[in-house]
C-alpha cells in the first residue's frame, strides 16, 4: 500500500499575501515557509512507500498587464523548482510537483470587475487540473505507474477545494487554515462535507494525522 500525500502550495507550504509568486522582480525574497512544513514534510518522508507531491493552480499566469506579464508558464515553473530545491536545502524532500496556469470563466468575471485582464489562451472550461478537479493526481497516478486502489491518499490545503479534491479522488482531505481560509469562510464548508475530512492545527499536525495513520497500512 502506497502512501500519497498531495499538498496546496500557496498558503499551505510557503507564506501567501497575495504575492502572485513571479509576479515581481524580488520574488525569491518572497518565498517564506509557513511553521511546522519542513518538519512536516520530513515525517511524510518517513513514512514507508510514500510520495509527497505540490499540487498548484496558479491563475496569475492567465493574467495579463503590469507585474503579471512577468509571470509566464516558463516562470511558474521555475518558481516550483525554486521552492523544491529551498525545501532540499532543508532536507524537505518533494517527489514532485504539478501546476495548472488555466482559468474558467467565473474566474474570468471575477478577474474582470476588479480591472484585470485575462489570456484568452489560458481560459478552459471543464479543465481536469483545476481543483477540485482530479487531474494532476490522476497524472501523479500514472507517471507513478499505480493505481488509486493500491493508495492512501491525502490532500493538504487552505482551502474548501483543496479538501473537496482530495474526497473527490476517494482520499481524505485536510485543511489547514489560512487567513484566506477564514476570509472566504472555507472552514464553514469543510464543516458540512461529508467524507474522510481532518482539520489541522498547522501543516505539522496534519503530517502527524498523516504519519499515524500510515501505521495501520502497513
Not at 478552459?124 to 479543465?127: I, K, S, Y
Not at 485536510?174 to 477564514?182: A, D, F, G, M
Given at each position: 500500500m502506497y502512501t500519497l500525500v498531495f499538498s496546496d502550495r500557496d498558503g499551505t507550504i510557503n507564506l501567501d499575501k497575495n504575492f502572485y509568486l513571479g509576479s515581481s522582480s524580488n520574488w525569491r525574497e518572497q518565498v517564506s515557509f509557513l511553521d511546522g512544513v519542513v518538519d512536516g514534510i520530513k515525517l511524510i518522508n518517513q513514512i514507508p512507500n510514500s510520495r509527497f507531491f505540490i499540487l498548484t493552480n496558479q491563475s496569475g499566469v492567465a493574467?495579463?498587464?503590469g507585474n503579471f506579464d512577468n509571470l509566464t508558464f516558463e516562470r511558474m515553473h521555475e518558481v516550483n523548482r525554486y521552492i523544491l530545491d529551498k525545501l532540499r536545502d532543508e532536507e524537505a524532500l518533494v517527489d514532485h510537483y504539478y501546476a495548472c496556469p488555466f482559468v474558467d470563466s467565473n474566474y474570468v468575471k471575477k478577474a474582470l470587475e476588479k480591472g484585470r485582464r485575462v489570456d484568452q489562451k489560458y481560459i478552459?472550461?471543464?479543465?481536469l487540473d483545476l481543483k477540485p478537479n482530479i487531474g494532476m493526481i490522476e497524472k501523479a497516478l500514472t507517471d507513478l505507474n499505480v493505481k488509486k486502489e493500491d493508495c492512501k491518499i491525502y490532500m493538504i490545503g487552505d482551502r474548501f477545494s483543496d479538501v473537496q479534491m482530495g474526497l473527490n479522488i476517494g482520499g481524505t482531505g485536510?485543511?489547514?487554515?489560512?487567513?484566506?481560509?477564514?476570509e472566504l469562510g472555507d472552514r464553514q464548508k469543510v464543516e458540512q462535507l461529508k467524507g474522510d475530512i481532518f482539520i489541522a492545527k498547522d501543516f505539522l499536525d496534519a503530517?502527524?494525522?498523516?504519519?499515524?495513520?500510515?501505521?495501520n497500512n502497513i
Open positions: 493574467l495579463e498587464g478552459r472550461e471543464n479543465c485536510i485543511l489547514v487554515e489560512s487567513y484566506k481560509t477564514r503530517a502527524k494525522y498523516i504519519y499515524n495513520n500510515s501505521k
